[in-house]
C-alpha cells in the first residue's frame, strides 16, 4: 500500500497515512486531486480505478471516504478487505465510529491504524486476532492516559 487516506463528503482531509516517501507539496496535490477525482464519481460507480500508475480503491461508509493506493499488481478486493477490516477496528474501539470520533480523537485512529498496518502491510488477516490484539493495546493505552499522582509516578503508593 502507498497510502491511506480518510475524507469527509465535503472534501475535508481527516486522517492521512503515507508509506512511501513524498514531498508535502507532492502529497497535498495528490491528495488534492484524489478526493475531486473520488467526489466526482457517481454512487453506483465501481470503488476501485486506475490513477497514474497506482490502483485506488476507495470506500464510503456514513459520511466518511476511506481511500487507498496500492500498485498495479496488488489485489484490490484485499485492499478492500483491509479497508473494511479498519472501520471494524475502529467500531470495536469507538462502538460506532463516525466522522467526530476522528477528528476528536484522531489520534487513537492513527494508533489503530499503526497496530493495524506496518509499512503499508496488514498484520494480522483473522478478524477475531486482530480485535483482541487492538483490545490489549487500547486498554493499555487508556491506563497510560489515567492520570496519576506524582507519589504513583514514583511508586509510593
Not at 45 to 64: H, N, P
Amino acid at each position: 500500500m502507498q497510502f491511506m487516506l480518510l475524507f469527509s463528503r465535503q472534501g475535508k482531509l481527516r486522517l492521512q497515512k503515507w508509506y512511501v516517501p513524498l514531498s508535502d507539496k507532492e502529497r497535498k496535490k495528490i491528495s488534492r486531486d484524489l478526493v475531486q477525482t473520488i467526489l466526482a464519481r457517481k454512487p453506483k460507480m465501481c470503488s476501485f480505478l486506475e490513477w497514474r500508475d497506482l490502483k485506488i480503491v476507495y470506500k464510503r461508509y456514513a459520511s466518511l471516504y476511506f481511500c487507498c493506493a496500492v500498485e498495479d499488481q496488488d489485489n484490490e478486493l484485499i485492499t478492500l478487505e483491509i479497508i473494511h477490516r479498519y472501520v471494524e477496528l475502529l467500531d470495536k474501539y469507538f462502538g460506532s465510529v463516525c466522522e467526530l470520533d476522528i477528528i476528536f480523537n484522531f489520534e487513537k485512529a492513527y494508533f489503530i491504524l499503526d497496530e493495524f498496518l506496518l509499512g503499508g502491510e496488514a498484520q494480522e488477516r483473522h478478524q477475531r486476532h486482530s480485535q483482541n490484539h487492538l483490545v490489549y493495546f487500547v486498554s493499555h493505552l487508556q491506563e497510560a492516559e489515567a492520570p496519576r499522582s506524582v507519589l504513583e509516578e514514583i511508586g509510593l503508593t
